[in-house]
């Protein structure tokens, strides 16, 4: 999966979840002050997002996440090591 990808999928989710324009979802918006994602919304997200990985997800992992860039590279780093183990 490319970082386009898990963008578009983030995107969806923010989208359709929580509302949230498209034209307002870009690499760089920051999920608090720009999307108004508080912390549960951000944990709400996170479940939405687990589908994607073939492992559990643990929310230190996001701890550092600050922009929809942040997620898709967390998420990318997530899928890699769990493709990688499996492969």
Same mark, same amino acid.
């Given at each position: ?5 898990? &963008? @578009?999928?983030?995107? @969806?989710?923010?989208?359709?979840? &929580?509302? /949230?324009?498209? $034209?307002? /979802?870009?690499?760089? @918006?920051?999920?608090? $002050?720009? %999307?108004? /994602? ?10 939405? %997002? ?11 992992? &996001? ?13 990318? %780093?997530? /899928? ?6 499996? @492969?």
């Amino acid at each position: 999966m490319t970082h386009d990808d898990i &963008f @578009a999928r983030v995107s @969806a989710v923010l989208q359709d979840s &929580f509302e /949230i324009e498209a $034209e307002r /979802i870009r690499p760089e @918006a920051r999920l608090y $002050e720009d %999307l108004d /994602i508080d912390s549960i919304d951000a944990v709400d997200l996170l479940v939405k %997002l687990k589908p994607m990985l073939d492992k559990p997800l643990k929310p230190e992992q &996001f701890k550092s996440v600050r922009t929809v860039q942040d997620v898709v590279q967390a998420l990318a %780093l997530l /899928i890699d090591s769990g493709s990688a183990a499996t @492969a």
